[in-house]
């Protein structure tokens, strides 16, 4: 089922996709590849009990790290989310008013959840019991 | 939404090959990450009306049903973050011809995964 019509529009909505785009998503998966493990084994391997507001605060407000571990991890993330829906939703639409609805609406997202994340990780640090 | 689900479905059957698979199983993954991230952060956002919310809400969640979509997200995770690594090597190290073997890789480390993940699932919830 491989036609040349269709990998002439395979070629059409990769070109669409861009260069960065393409290369950023793999270099920000490389890195959530290490951040997620970490993230992970900090929380389920290398902590006894339950996960609680105090044990949370405690570990964000020990150190500045651990700030900055999880402010470029917001940002990683959702980046790499975002980035991977655009590509989805530009094998979709083709349409010169599709595309610029699918890049103000994916920035637009992005940047709101990236800001809720930083908020989060703000009040998280903050928590007192 | 449908016509989307019934595309991806039609893509698989009609070309079946390792490498459809691996790219199906990746968009589908990253689709349910992208939820999953929304979700994650809906949780921790219960962080801004105090530590008692935010303890309630992590309370609520360890009843079976969440551990198990916990462990449902771990081998999610897993698989998209095994077959990213295989999608770089093949790009990058110009591997297209050990696509498949690297798919074979790529699931039997998710199954690795699956596997202890189910046994940490069911010690905690048989316990």
């Known amino acids: 089922m491989n036609t040349a019509g269709d990998a002439a529009r395979a070629d059409a909505a990769a070109g669409r996709r861009g260069f960065w785009p393409w290369l950023l998503q793999r270099v920000s998966g490389l890195f959530l590849a290490y951040f997620v493990i970490v993230h992970v084994v900090m929380l389920h391997f290398l902590r006894e009990g339950e996960i609680d507001a105090s044990g949370v605060a405690e570990r ?19 980046f790499h989310a975002f980035n991977g829906l655009r590509g989805i939703a530009l094998d979709h639409v083709s349409s010169a008013s599709g595309t610029r609805a699918v890049r103000v ?8 959840i990236v800001i809720y994340g930083f908020v989060v990780l703000h009040a998280l640090t903050g928590l007192r019991s | 939404m449908v016509a989307w689900v019934r595309g991806m479905i ?16 990746h968009r589908v993954t990253g689709i349910l990450l992208a939820f999953y991230l929304l979700a ?21 969640l360890r009843s079976p049903f969440f551990l198990f979509l ?14 990213g690594v295989r999608v770089m090597i093949i790009e990058f190290a110009g591997l297209t011809r050990q696509q498949r073997q ?20 069911f010690a905690r919830v048989l316990a």
Do not use: C, K
């Open chain 2, 102 to 121: 690297l798919f074979r890789l790529v699931v039997g480390g998710a199954v690795s995964v699956m596997a202890f993940t189910g046994w940490v699932f």
């Open chain 2, 40 to 60: 994650h952060l809906a949780v921790l956002g219960t962080s801004l009306g105090g530590a008692g919310g935010f303890d309630a809400a992590m309370g609520g």
């Open chain 2, 70 to 83: 916990e462990s449902a997200i771990v081998v999610i995770v897993a698989y998209h973050m095994f077959n």
């Open chain 1, 105 to 112: 609406t994916v920035w637009a997202l992005g940047l709101a």
């Open chain 2, 10 to 25: 039609d893509e698989v059957r009609l070309n079946l090959s390792p490498g459809v698979l691996a790219w199906a199983l």
């Open chain 1, 60 to 78: 964000l407000r020990e150190s500045t790290t651990m700030q900055a571990f999880y402010a470029v991890f917001v940002v990683l993330v959702v």
